[in-house]
């Protein structure tokens, strides 16, 4: 059974493109994050959810756009692709927003062309 | 503003011998200190982490972290390295003391090569 889970695994698009990366966890947590992993393997957060708010919304371009439709989800949506986009995205949750550890899916890596 | 540094980009150590993956932190406060493994092509895995108490924290596969107030650091260890320890490893800090976010500053991971 696989904990958190993310569709694509790959993602291969186009400049320009719209596309949209899926995240679900089965392990009951409240809280969901979003990262990035560039491609000397540094790992900076983009956003996170806590109960389906919105609680860390880093300096992101806004042509990405998180939505949490229930705590078990978080989705991340990406206009207008750019090559700088190219990376690994990982989704992760955790039991709370304290100082619990955080459990990741295993990536998306999305490719721009 | 929280940060962590992991001095070396890369420890090679053979097989059998002990193993030790540096990490130091800057806080204002009290640390929340956490290390992760990434294997290949995956995700990162929880290793252990440091919250209050002992300052020697034991965590999953053997590995062991040593939290050192004055010297500001963080070092993971492990006594006998195999060469399934082969990764990369991320040490983090959790950004403000207290509040409702649970941000993690990654440092920039250093690899961990073990030789047969």
């Known amino acids: 059974d696989t904990a958190v889970s993310q569709t694509p695994k790959y993602l291969v698009t186009q400049m320009g493109n719209d596309k949209s990366i899926k995240c679900e966890q089965n392990?009951?947590?409240?809280?969901m994050y979003w990262y990035k992993q560039d491609s000397k393997k540094f790992l900076k957060i983009m956003f996170s959810?806590?109960?389906?708010?919105?609680?860390i919304n880093e300096t992101v371009p806004n042509r990405f756009s998180p939505k949490s439709p229930d705590k078990a989800h978080l989705n991340l949506h990406i206009n207008s692709l750019e090559l700088g986009d190219s990376a690994v995205y990982f989704c992760?949750?955790?039991?709370?927003?304290?100082?619990?550890?955080?459990?990741f899916g295993p990536g998306t890596r999305l490719t721009v062309l | 503003a929280q940060s962590v540094a992991q001095p070396e980009d890369q420890v090679n150590v053979a097989e059998g011998n002990p193993l030790t993956v540096k990490c130091t932190y800057s806080?204002?406060?009290?640390?929340?200190l956490f290390w992760y493994v990434q294997y290949p092509n995956r995700g990162l895995q929880f290793l252990l982490k440091?919250?209050?108490?002992?300052?020697l924290v034991k965590g999953s596969y053997g590995f062991e972290a040593e939290f050192n107030k004055s010297q500001t650091s963080f070092h993971l260890k492990k006594p006998s390295a195999l060469v399934s320890d082969s990764a990369l490893y991320f040490c983090?800090?959790?950004?403000?003391?207290?509040?409702?976010?649970?941000?993690?500053?990654f440092g920039t991971g250093t690899l961990l090569a073990v030789q047969p």
């Open positions: 992760a949750s955790s039991p709370n927003a304290g100082v619990a550890e955080q459990f």
């Open positions: 392990l009951g947590h409240d809280t």
């Open positions: 959810y806590n109960n389906k708010e919105l609680i």
């Open positions: 806080v204002s406060g009290n640390p929340y």
């Open positions: 440091y919250i209050t108490g002992d300052n």
């Open positions: 983090a800090v959790r950004e403000g003391y207290g509040g409702a976010t649970n941000k993690l500053i």
